[in-house]
């Protein structure tokens, strides 16, 4: 594998998911079709900008370096908690969820051993 590219496209991927999560958070949050679904589907007003907003926080963290794993983390539950709520209101299209779950995992890895190596390289 080329390294070079490793180290370049890894990190990319990690900005670019985080980017995009976020502006379609903002994009979710102040949506008046996404406040119509919502009412269409009998969920409680409040449930979008908690759902978004933790979003939009998560994709925060997951965007700043020491706070990249923590960020990642809170955006599998979050897209966790998005998936179940689309299923149990019989919409089983959430395929774009589980790339964006599989790209914060990798990601994840991604910096877990970055971290690891730097540790390694203290000692």
Do not use: D
């Amino acid at each position: 594998m080329n390294t070079n590219l490793t180290k370049i496209s890894i990190p990319l991927l990690c900005w670019t998911l985080g980017l995009v999560v976020m502006l379609q958070s903002f994009e979710f949050v102040f949506s008046n079709s996404a406040a119509h679904f919502f009412a269409k589907a009998g969920l409680p007003a409040w449930l979008r900008p908690v759902l978004g907003g933790s979003e939009i926080i998560a994709a925060v963290l997951f965007l700043v370096p020491f706070t990249a794993a923590i960020g990642g983390y809170l955006l599998l539950v979050v897209f966790g908690l998005a998936a179940l709520v689309h299923i149990l209101h019989g919409q089983y299209g959430v395929e774009g969820l589980v790339v964006y779950a599989v790209a914060v995992l990798v990601c994840l890895t991604h910096t877990e051993n970055r971290t690891r190596e730097a540790g390694h390289e203290r000692l």
